[in-house]
């Protein structure tokens, strides 16, 4: 795509005109403070630029308006960086977590923000090119009160497994097996919720929206968007070292700065 910030190759669909946007970044980001010293994950560079600009032109190319991003560990510097990059047409609004909350934690904290029916809530470190549109229409099609956007991987030692059924359903979820060789699938770390299970997480005391929520979930309920994607999670040294060639085969930059309210 020439002359906009989107997905090379993929025609541009608004589908995420009318949803709000949950980024998940309150982490430490603990295993990259060798690399990253005082730097949060959301501004580790990739190349030339922070890895939130690389997210941000992502969902704009999907026609994305209106993102909160959930933030912790340096938080400032993130809101910082926000405002002095001009205007991208997306209304931000950073919330800032008073201590790390975990992922179902941060939902909770940010529930009075989000107004759409379903969110999209993504974790701050990790991008697929995934088909956001697809993954929106099958939801909807559906109806469940959540669908996990997952993908195939060679070498899932590294995450813990998602087991799915013909139905596209999710049948279990198994613990992260660092013995574990072979292709697997796995959470790729985007999820569309309910106003229903956002209102139960808001009402709980639930710190993982992972092994809290949806581990907890009867066999089933949750659905499950599964493509044999590029997967990319920077949480990692040697991830972040390679994200550069991943992210740009996939992002372009229209060099439009990016504003936050």
């Known amino acids: 795509m020439s002359g906009s910030s989107g997905l090379v190759e ?14 998940l970044a309150g982490g430490l980001g603990t295993r990259l403070q060798s690399v990253l010293r005082d730097v949060p994950k959301l501004l580790a560079p990739i190349g030339d630029r922070p890895y939130v600009a690389y997210l941000l032109a992502w969902l704009r190319s999907f026609g994305a ?10 938080a400032e510097t993130v809101v910082n960086y926000l405002r002095e990059h001009g205007n991208l047409g997306l209304d931000l609004e950073t919330i800032i977590e008073p201590h790390p909350l975990g ?71 198994v613990e992260k097996d660092p013995y574990f060789r072979g292709r697997a699938t796995v959470n790729a770390g985007a999820y569309l919720l309910s106003a229903i299970l956002l209102d139960e997480i808001a009402s709980g005391n639930a710190v993982s929206l992972e092994h809290d929520i949806f581990e907890l979930e009867p066999a089933g309920t ?21 994200a550069k060639p991943v992210l740009d085969r996939f992002i372009t930059f229209d060099e439009q700065p990016i504003s936050s309210t």
């Open 65 to 74: 308006r209106r993102i909160v991003l959930s933030l912790g560990y340096k």
């Open 222 to 242: 949750l659905g499950a968007f599964v493509g044999n994607l590029e997967f990319v999670d920077i949480g990692t040294p040697a991830s972040l070292a390679g």
């Open 103 to 173: 992922t179902a934690g941060a939902i909770r904290f940010a529930r009075a923000s989000l107004r759409t029916e379903p969110v999209l809530a993504l974790n701050g470190d990790s991008f697929v090119n995934a088909d956001l549109c697809a993954f929106v229409e099958r939801y909807r099609a559906e109806r469940l009160r959540a669908s996990i956007l997952c993908t195939e991987v060679d070498d899932a030692g590294r995450y813990g497994r998602v087991v799915v059924d013909r139905d596209r359903r999710i049948r279990e979820f």
């Open 10 to 23: 993929r025609a541009y669909r608004p589908c995420l005109r009318t949803l709000d946007v949950l980024i």
